[in-house]
């Protein structure tokens, strides 16, 4: 930064004030936890920014019959509290409550697992994008609803004027399984995410993270799943066929190369159905 150029904090009380904020380049500001880390990956700390955690309804989870609704601020912790036992939510449970460590659990949250550009191995995208979220955002112009797939993909432009406000949920999931493969030596990030869900009309939905530049949902293996009789909830069967319809490209990373991240996927599958059997709605 510049010699004398002053930086400017603010925690906004109200979503008005901090897109009062946003308009004046302040920049959202959540746990920090990766926005801290800009200046490794080569880039600069933004010179205002606004943070969202006093604002109470960014804070919250609401549980309803049908729906549940997130917000931005909710931490990685508190998600794993809440949702902890509430059925069809097993999956995105396992993903805030395995990624990173619990110091950066109790800080991060799940706007910004979202909102963090350029972080393929985001473990709530692909555990969101089974779950077939909206994204709320707050724009300039007023409140947008996106589906999480439009989110992910836009997110680069969407976020110039935007705050992510909140997550919405159906509760139409009777079952769902987060698997990570991390490399050890190469610290925390997970070298491929298979999340997958079950719902109410018994059809799998599965999003892989991280062997792409973005998180994405793999219709080719839920077709070919679909297509099959119901017997392919079967762990060798699903692998086998996660064998056929292997459509990524995979990234090279400093974790990992392309190919490998490919290749993990078909076990990662098999353990993923193993770990949906054993959940209650399907056991
Ligand atoms: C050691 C370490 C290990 C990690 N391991 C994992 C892992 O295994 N899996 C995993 O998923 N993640 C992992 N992470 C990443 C971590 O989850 C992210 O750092 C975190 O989710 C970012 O959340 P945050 O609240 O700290 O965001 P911040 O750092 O505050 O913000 C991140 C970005 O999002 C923007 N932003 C934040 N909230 C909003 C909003 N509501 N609207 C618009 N823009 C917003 C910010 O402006 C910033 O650009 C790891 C991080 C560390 C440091």
């Avoid at 972080?119 to 692909?126: R, S």
């Avoid at 159906?170 to 079952?175: E, P, Q, V, Y």
């Amino acid at each position: 930064m510049a010699p004398g150029v002053e930086r400017s904090f603010t925690a906004a009380s109200t979503l008005e004030e901090a897109l009062a904020a946003r308009r004046q380049g302040a920049a959202v500001l959540a746990g920090g936890t990766w926005m801290m880390r800009d200046p490794r990956r080569g880039g600069q700390l933004p010179v205002a920014v606004v943070a969202l955690h006093r604002i109470p309804a960014l804070s919250k989870v609401e549980i309803n019959a049908d729906h549940v609704v997130i917000g931005a601020a909710v931490t990685h912790a508190v998600l794993v509290r809440v949702l902890h036992g509430v059925a069809g939510f097993e999956g995105l449970v396992a993903a805030a409550q395995g990624a990173a460590n619990p110091g950066i659990r109790s800080v991060a949250t799940v706007g910004g697992n979202l909102c963090a550009l350029d972080f393929a191995a985001a473990d709530l995208a692909p555990a969101f994008l089974v779950c077939e979220a909206t994204v709320e955002l707050q724009t300039f112009e007023g409140p947008k609803l996106l589906g999480i797939s439009d989110f992910l993909e836009g997110r680069h432009r969407l976020l110039t004027e935007a705050i992510v406000t909140r997550i919405h949920l159906r509760r139409d999931l009777i079952a769902s399984a987060h698997i990570r493969l991390p490399l050890r030596k190469a610290g925390d990030y997970p070298v491929a995410i298979v999340s997958l869900a079950v719902d109410k009309d018994k059809r799998c939905r599965i999003a892989v993270g991280s062997v792409e530049p973005v998180a994405r949902r793999w219709t080719a293996l839920e077709q070919a799943m679909a297509a099959g009789p119901a017997s392919a909830l079967d762990p060798e069967r699903a692998a086998e066929l996660a064998l056929e319809h292997n459509d990524f490209q995979g990234r090279d990373g400093k974790e990992a190369e392309g190919w490998y991240r490919r290749q993990v996927l078909s076990p990662l599958v098999r353990r993923g159905v193993a770990a949906l059997l054993k959940t209650e709605g399907l056991a």
